[in-house]
């Protein structure tokens, strides 16, 4: 029995004669030809054309192709080129045109707020379906590598270790010379010039670090990144480091659909809180709405900011290092003889008024009657007695704490809704990592993922007919 047998390749073939027919009515790139002609393109480069010079290609036509790489994993300039003569599903939305990969790139490069612009028009497309909640999100960060390699990010101490040992080799240099200038001519390893070449070069970049030393001085940075001067160093999954950006993300829990997105240099959440839920809120158009985050999002000012906006937050408390019985929360505050009251029944009193972290105001309670407590030595070393701190607004924490405790299913939904957004967005579609330098730009690069993730989860919430009759 012999094989499965191809055609001969001399045979002749009839293929379809009109390029439409390779490409059925259920085919994505439909979707993307109807939702990008409906545009209005008039914030992107070559929106408006000139009565001279070569035409340039339409932008509807680059965003297509744009949007049509995201969807299928291919974000590099030089492989959409490539796709625009082997694909016919590419051939056909850009009706065989051929644009050049510098082309293609400029146009990512140039259009960071007209990109920003198409996921917002996308959004609020689907809001009309009735794709999003916009009753709770959830929001969490990842790390996406930059393209800046580890050896060219800088720390103070980094550049002092540098700095030392170029100053021990240009020292062993001048001792070479010291040592050849006693030698007989010939017989040294080095010339007089060869050492002194190798001082100088080293000088030089001795230079180069006292100038990022400087510069780390004046901005009160903690690092400098040389590649991408905007990336930074940061713990990323697993426990080692990498040089990357942190991507900030507010998902909807209906259909798990991204409703905004932010990039940012910061290492930490800490900070990220009010800022993404704010974006996610403004771009639902609702006046308010409940968000869901981590441990590392906890932090008193953005938790209050959030309220202050009409953001109701849900943020788990982080565990503290204090010996369990006696934690803060096993001590039970008595809001009327304001005072606290420890798991012994001794009573904390109020003492002064102290300026933390944040220039954030706290009452400090103290106990005078721990000196003769059989536990003193598991609840605190201090002399003066045990202390708490009660921030000013405390009981905006209490009231979530409380809250959470009532909705512990609410909760539950914030690692389903966020978390295998950034999971798909990395491993299905292939953006593990920077392509472009620069917060803009990567922004537009991560825009571009949202948008094509939201057009995925879209397809398999509603299918693509109803999409394209939408765009009708």
Known sequence: MGYIKGECREQITLFPEILDDYVNDNNHVRFIEAFVNDLKV????????KSTGRPPHSPKDILKLFI??????IRSSRKLEKETHRNVEAMWLMQKLTPDHKTIANFRKDNNKAIKQVFKEFTLKCKSLGLFGCELIAVDGSKFPAVNGNKNNFTKKKIEDKIKSIDKHIQNYFDELDRNDEKEAGIEDLTGDELKEKIKSLLDLKSDYQEKQEQLEKTGETQVSTTDTDSRMMKVFGGGRDVCYNVQMAVDSKHNLIADYETTNHENDERELSKIAIKGKEALGVEEIEVLADTGYFS???IEKCIENGITPYVAKQKTKEEKKFSKDKFRYDEKEDLYICPKNKELEFKQIVTGKNDLKYKQYRCEECYDCENKGVCTESEKGRTIKRWEK??????????MLREKEKYKKRQSTVEPVFGIIKRSMGHSYMLMKGIPKVNTEIGLSALAYNMKRAITEIGIEKLIESMA
């Open 42 to 49: 008039n914030d992107f480069t070559y929106s408006q054309t």
């Open 68 to 73: 049509y790489g995201y969807l299928n994993g």
């Open 300 to 302: 008193s000012v953005e």
């Open 394 to 403: 405390e009981e905006i924490l209490e009231e979530m704490e409380n809250r």
